[in-house]
Every structure is written in structure tokens, then in C-alpha cells.
């Protein structure tokens, strides 16, 4: 699988990473709102990490752009705003799931593989 990490906290983005890696995904990462849409425009993924919080705007606006776009990648929204308001708003939107941060990673990889099986059926 192909992961796309839409994350700004290098440490974070950097642990997700190593994480996946370790899980023998392919990875790929973008820091803010602007190379996130370039990688969305540009590639394809099995599955996208998304934070909503980004330098340059919204990763609301990203998965906006996705169903522009007519993608069907599998999205996880991983995001500190973790109110009922936001995640219904990311879901409404097209997202798969969403994660509150903090999480565990071993859940978060959990989930990957559910929204893999999801789509795969």
C-alpha cells in the first residue's frame, strides 16, 4: 500500500513514517496545504493521513479537492480538533474515518488496514 502522511509536526509525521515503514508501506508526506494538493493532483494512494490543522489551509479544503478530483483514495482524518462539530464535518465530506490525536499508532495502523478492507469488498 501506498500511504500519503498530510502532516505538519515533523515529529509526528517522522514517527507515522517510520511506523508504516516498518509495516512495509510505501510512504509519502507532505507538511502543508499546498503539497498536499500537488501529491493528490500528481499521484494516487491506497490510503491518505490527513490533518485538518495546516500552514496554507484546511485539510477540509484537501478532501474537498479529492472529490473534485473524483479520487477514491481511502481517507483518515488524524486531527487535535476533536469536537463531534469537526469529525461529522470530515465525514459529511467524504472521509473514512478520523482519529483524534493524541493516538496510538498501533490503532491508527488498525484503522488503515479496515478502511483497505472496506474498499477492497
Known amino acids: 500500500m501506498k500511504i ?12 507515522i513514517q517510520r511506523s508504516l ?3 512495509r508501506y510505501v510512504t509519502e508526506s507532505a507538511v502543508d496545504f499546498y ?3 500537488d501529491k493528490i ?3 494516487d494512494y491506497d490510503c491518505i493521513l490527513l490533518d485538518i490543522m495546516l500552514p496554507g489551509g484546511s485539510g477540509l479544503d484537501v ?6 478530483l473524483r479520487k477514491k483514495e481511502n481517507v483518515i482524518i488524524i486531527s487535535a480538533r476533536d469536537s463531534i462539530e469537526d469529525k461529522v464535518e470530515g465525514l459529511e465530506l467524504g472521509a473514512d474515518d478520523y482519529l483524534p490525536k493524541p493516538f496510538h499508532l ?3 495502523s488498525a484503522r ?10
Open 4 to 15: 500519503l502522511i498530510v502532516e505538519d509536526e515533523p515529529a509526528l509525521r517522522e514517527l
Open 21 to 23: 515503514e516498518k509495516e
Open 35 to 37: 503539497s498536499a494538493l
Open 41 to 43: 493532483e500528481m499521484y
Open 63 to 68: 478532501l474537498a479537492r479529492l472529490k473534485e
Open 106 to 108: 498501533m490503532e491508527l
Open 112 to 121: 488503515i488496514r479496515s478502511v483497505a478492507r472496506r474498499h477492497r469488498a
